[in-house]
């Protein structure tokens, strides 16, 4: 298994810009997360989704969007991109629908200007 | 909802001592409690967890007690070693009613020579 993946690993954007960060398991896993890492912050929730279709938003949603077709894949779109969203993005998993044992992918490191 | 607090921010111990890191939690109805590490430019692993109907869990070098009357729970790292350095976060969750697990702010520990 690859576990979670994520690309790209590092991205530079210019202010405005569009962008959808990929994050893809092979698990099987029903629950799927996004968090930014900010330093000081610790790790906070922009949206999750407990299963195919079906989404929500967590702590920090705005200025993002994801969806969810498929069990495996669960990208992260942002739809003009700004300088506070300059961050590390990590997308986690965990089986049965539940956030409670997660793993993570390797994360992608975002660079808005 | 949840609130984690995680302390302290930073720590640094040498080579062979002993390294620990408290966290306190506000929803006395959270029941599981992972804890995870996460090495330089990589995503956070899973490293140890414990649930409520316990006190105590160890995995070799690592443990975590938990005190649910007082709602803080701690990692203990013996005989720590070089690779022992990481920024280490605390989490909490009242399984199967929670959408999120809610992170503490991170510690980083640095095992120096």
């Known amino acids: 298994n690859a576990g979670v993946t994520q690309t790209p690993k590092f991205q530079v954007l210019k202010t405005g810009q569009s962008m959808t960060l990929q994050c893809a398991q092979d698990?099987?896993?029903?629950?799927m997360s996004w968090y930014r890492q900010d330093p000081g912050m610790g790790l906070r929730l922009i949206h999750y989704?407990?299963?195919?279709?079906?989404?929500d938003q967590g702590e920090v949603p705005n200025g993002y969007n994801v969806s969810r077709s498929t069990t495996e894949d669960f990208p992260l779109r942002l739809l003009s991109a700004a300088p506070s969203q300059t961050s590390v993005y990590f997308c986690a998993s965990s089986p049965g629908g539940l956030p409670d044992t997660q793993y993570f992918g390797p994360g992608t490191r975002l660079t808005v200007l | 909802g949840e609130n984690v607090e995680q302390h302290p921010s930073t720590l640094s111990v040498q080579e062979g001592d002993s390294a620990v890191i408290k966290c306190t939690y506000s929803?006395?109805?959270?029941?599981?409690f992972p804890w995870y590490k996460q090495e330089l430019g990589k995503g956070p692993q899973l490293i140890i967890d414990?649930?409520?109907?316990?006190g105590e869990k160890k995995d070799q070098r690592i443990a975590v007690t938990l005190n649910k009357t007082a709602k803080h729970f701690s990692l203990h790292i013996t005989e720590t070693q070089p690779e022992d350095s990481a920024v280490y976060f605390c989490?909490?969750?009242?399984?199967?009613?929670?959408?999120?697990?809610?992170f503490g702010t991170g510690t980083r520990l640095q095992v120096t020579l």
């Open positions: 989704s407990v299963g195919a279709g079906i989404t």
């Open positions: 698990m099987n896993h029903e629950y």
């Open positions: 414990i649930r409520s109907n316990v």
């Open positions: 989490a909490a969750i009242r399984t199967g009613t929670a959408s999120k697990l809610t």
């Open positions: 929803d006395s109805a959270s029941n599981y």
